[in-house]
Nanobody
Framework: QVQLVESGGGLVQAGGSLRLSCAASGRISSINAMGWYRQVLGKQRELVATITSGGSTNYADSVKGRFTVSRDNNKNTVYLQMNSLKPEDTAVYYC?????????????WGQGTQVTVSS
């Protein structure tokens, strides 16, 4: 069993900052990419940011320059630093990891954490 546990969501005013964390645990052999996605009720889940084991990053255009994704490979943890938050950033944020359990490749999701940005 592999589990992703997120923390750090909450309510913040526009222009403020939040930092999300996601720790992977379980019988993990190795982790390839980790990242964050978000979903608004009634809309499709969308990519926010991803980071590979080597540190290469990818961001949605809407968050470039405001959000920073990072990871601690020793702790199997990925972070999302969100600055200059806007009301349109309000969503449930999901952590994602592409990892190996033995030789089996798994795509694992966290339970989601709510981020609400008030205007």
């Amino acid at each position: 069993q592999v589990q992703l546990v997120e923390s750090g969501g909450g309510l913040v005013q526009a222009g403020g900052s939040l930092r999300l964390s996601c720790a992977a645990s379980g019988r993990i052999s190795s982790i390839n990419a980790m990242g964050w996605y978000r979903q608004v009720l009634g809309k499709q889940r969308e990519l926010v940011a991803t980071i590979t084991s080597g540190g290469s990053t990818n961001y949605a255009d809407s968050v470039k320059g405001r959000f920073t994704v990072s990871r601690d490979n020793n702790k199997n943890t990925v972070y999302l630093q969100m600055n200059s938050l806007k009301p349109e950033d309000t969503a449930v944020y999901y952590c994602n990891a592409v990892l190996f359990v033995g030789y089996a490749l798994k795509n694992v999701w966290g339970q989601g954490t709510q981020v609400t940005v008030s205007s």
